[in-house]
């Protein structure tokens, strides 16, 4: 009980430190962010660009998809070009056509090496000059930038226009024709994208480094990486080998407890149903139909980057475009995995207190027709915002917030938020008999309640912007939804879940859990809520994001150095009693989310985490690769673990198909290590090449993604896809024909008692 007592205070300590740095990391970021001028104009006055201008031209780029066409600061979607690298690029090269013309008469790029090289010098210092003036709040320009701004403007106006000259460029990004429908907006989102690129080049007042680290690498206007990089790096591999040799040392300190005596039979085939559990049957239902749909926009978004605005022929552009597709296939990653887990939290709550509330059937079947009425609602608003028919002034409330996993209209995220409430509410007051009833569970019951109220509570930091916050303040509070509430507390909350089963199913001591799953919970917060930092290093943040970030993100892999110990113990326990056959599937899937935690967590995550590498490899294809392993491999597999869980208990005496479950695991295993290992890691690989050796606009651009070998990879991707999807095919069979009444075959297996139902 002592040591339960100091993990909690060691918690608590933990959490106050963490998020005090985290919210001081937000004031220093509000402090030094890139300013927005009220306006860009030139030597003899004219005026450029305003700030209603740039604000408006964000609210045209968010209601186009914004992060899912193309990417902003390298946070975005992989098809596309980074439309902050591109202008920069562009800009610089037409800046010294205009001086390579006024001088030799002939273009810059006719020019010998040297000759080129000396321009480039000159430009350097030129380009890099912050001349922001804070008294009268403007930005003022040469001429001679002017009319190279003028050239990229209208390359922009051409390119989201319906304009031949461009068609192929467009099928080569992925986008429809007139993705912008009028100029007047199409000049608005040239300033904002001019505005992200300016910002990416200019230094800080008395700073040798731009307002966003120096990124995009691009030798041509001096971007190179700043020597911070390295240093904090190299301090970041330093705390990976000192946090795991702790670790280790802790291992090894602690040997394990042996179990208690087996029950004889399942003690979780004890349980009472009660009508709420049964009723969390129908979030299965959704989540198998979400995860088809999530995949079937998968292959289309994949589809994309080989024949740009069709599908075999059919202009699919027309109807559903990319940028379309992917938002509702990130969406839906996010959502049926959530769902899932919602399910297990309103299942599991009654199961462990034994008490079913009133009316808790009813607010079961209320939350579901919520999550049915947001998906539909929202999607239908992107839907008409992505084709530029709601407007720039319903677009924030009701069509496509632009962000990465939080594209939802405010509306929708407003709505959601309340759907989360309701689910606390339900189970936390299923939960609170349970509470205050204490015994020695009581630890692992609270650390899931208080999961749960993180849960319901986090997903708020997503209200915190308005639709013209400034972009490195929306980037920072985006991040405690993705990182902090998707990655962070739902997995405290599955720790928590999985330690209650286990301890019911009487295969682990409840003294013994307690204290693990408490010290798993700091081991993992202690790097994972400063380790958010690792994602704003280069979105207009000051040097201690490069630092904290390097440092405890490094932290947030150390325990995935050892989860190999908890994969075995935990395929151990599958076959440790005859009975257990029965929940053999769903530990399998916990063992495969340990493993999928080592390698895409761990290993590729870990690959692009450190600040010098991710100056390289930020919204190249090895991000995604971090990202489908991480978040299907680790957080998918634990849903559908958890899935199957909870219907084994509402449909206790059925019989599984055990062939069906067996294709659908090895099918997610294998045709997920084929998309990774066949298609994501090459393509990265690649693009990294590139962007060390010519920068980081031509990592993204069309003329080396179009290259055969890249079509060719893309294409690899085909058996990979096709294996995963018969596994998705074969577990929604599973569901289906396990839940339909007439389908069941009826089995009491041996040394099973069943409770009245």
């Known amino acids: 009980m002592n040591s339960s007592r100091r993990l909690w205070l060691g918690l608590g300590v933990l959490l106050l430190l963490s998020f005090s740095v985290l919210l001081w990391v937000g004031g220093e970021i509000h402090r030094v962010m890139p300013p927005i001028p009220s306006a860009v104009v030139t030597e003899d006055g004219t005026t450029v660009y305003t700030r209603a201008d740039i604000q408006k031209g964000r609210q045209v780029w968010q209601s186009i998809g914004g992060q899912q066409l193309g990417s ?50 000159r430009l350097q210092p030129r380009i890099r000059k912050n001349t922001y003036d804070a008294s009268n709040d403007t930005v003022t320009i040469s001429t001679d930038r002017a009319l190279a701004m003028a050239q990229v403007a209208a390359h922009y106006e051409s390119l989201f226009s319906n304009d031949p000259a461009t068609l192929e460029l467009r099928k080569a990004y992925a986008m429809k024709d007139n993705t912008v429908l009028t100029s007047e907006h199409r000049a608005a989102l040239n300033a904002f994208i001019w505005w992200s690129a300016w910002s990416a080049v200019t230094e800080r007042p008395g700073k040798a480094v731009t307002y966003t680290n120096n990124w995009p690498h691009d030798a041509l206007v001096g971007n190179e990486p700043p020597g911070q990089l390295l240093m904090w790096t190299v301090f970041s591999e330093l705390f990976l080998i000192a946090g795991i040799a702790l670790l280790g040392w802790h291992h090894a300190r602690h040997k394990e407890e042996a179990p208690a005596a087996l029950p004889a039979t399942d003690p979780l085939a004890l349980i009472r149903i009660t009508p709420s559990m049964k009723a969390t049957a129908k979030y299965f239902w959704l989540v198998v139909a979400l995860f088809l749909t999530q995949i079937l926009l998968g292959a289309i978004t994949a589809h994309y980057q080989v024949e740009g605005q069709e599908a075999y022929g059919f202009a699919l552009a027309n109807y559903l475009p990319y940028s379309l597709s992917r938002t509702w296939h990130t969406q839906l990653a996010v959502l049926w995995i959530a769902t ?3 399910g297990m939290g309103l299942y599991i709550a009654p199961a462990i207190s034994g008490h079913e509330p009133k009316h808790q059937r009813f607010g079961v079947n209320f939350l579901f027709t919520c999550l049915i009425v947001i998906v539909v609602g929202a999607f239908a608003g992107q839907w008409f915002a992505v084709m530029q028919k709601l407007g720039l002034d319903k677009n924030f409330w009701f069509g496509h917030q632009g962000w990465e996993y939080v594209d939802l209209g405010r509306f929708w995220q407003l709505f959601l938020f309340v759907g989360l409430g309701v689910w606390l509410f339900l189970v936390g007051r299923a939960l609170w008999p349970a509470l205050r009833k204490g015994g020695e569970s009581k630890s692992i019951t609270m650390l899931l309640f208080l999961s749960t109220v993180c849960i319901g509570l986090f997903y708020g930091a997503g209200l915190m912007w308005g639709e013209h916050t400034h972009l490195s303040m929306v980037e920072y509070w985006r991040w405690w939804v993705v990182h902090l509430w998707v990655e962070g507390f739902f997995e405290v909350f599955a720790t928590a879940v999985i330690a209650f089963l286990f301890t019911r199913l009487g295969l682990l001591r409840t003294s013994t859990a307690t204290v693990a799953v408490l010290f798993a919970t700091i081991v993992f917060l202690s790097g994972g809520v400063l380790g958010t930092l690792h994602h704003l290093y280069f979105t207009g943040t000051p040097t201690a994001v490069i630092a904290l970030g390097a440092s405890f993100s490094a932290l947030e892999v150390v325990p995935l150095a050892f989860i190999g110990f908890e994969a075995y113990q935990t395929f151990k326990l599958g076959s440790a009693t005859p009975w257990m056959q029965r929940y053999r599937w769903p530990i399998l899937f916990f063992t495969a989310v340990a493993f999928w935690n080592v390698v895409g967590a761990g290993l590729f995550g870990f690959l692009i985490n450190p600040p010098l590498p991710l100056y390289y490899m930020q919204g190249l294809n090895l991000t995604p690769l971090h990202g489908h392993t991480a978040l299907f491999g680790v957080y998918g597999f634990l849903g559908v673990g958890l899935m199957l869980f909870c219907l084994r208990g509402i449909k206790p005496n059925v ?33 990294l090449d590139a962007a ?36 998705a095919l074969s577990l929604a069979y599973f569901v289906i024909r396990l839940i339909a009444p007439k389908q069941a075959t009826l089995e009491v297996p041996k040394g099973v008692q069943v409770a009245e139902r």
Do not use: C
């Open 72 to 121: 902003i600061w390298g946070h975005g979607s992989y098809v596309a070009p980074d439309w902050t690298a591109d202008w920069l690029h562009r800009e610089a090269v037409a800046w010294l056509d205009i001086d390579a013309r006024r001088e030799t008469s002939h273009a810059y790029s006719k020019l010998p090496e040297d000759t080129q090289a000396a321009f480039a010098a």
């Open 340 to 342: 899932a887990w919602l």
């Open 655 to 687: 019989v599984w198909n055990e062939r069906v479950l067996k294709t659908s695991f090895w099918a997610f295993n294998v045709g997920l290590a084929g998309m990774a290992l066949l298609t994501l890691l090459p393509i990265g690989v690649i693009q």
């Open 692 to 727: 060390i050796e010519h920068g980081y606009w031509y990592a993204r651009s069309a003329e080396l993604m179009q290259k055969p070998i890249i079509q060719l990879l893309v294409w690899m991707r085909v058996p990979g896809d096709t294996i995963f999807s018969v596994g």
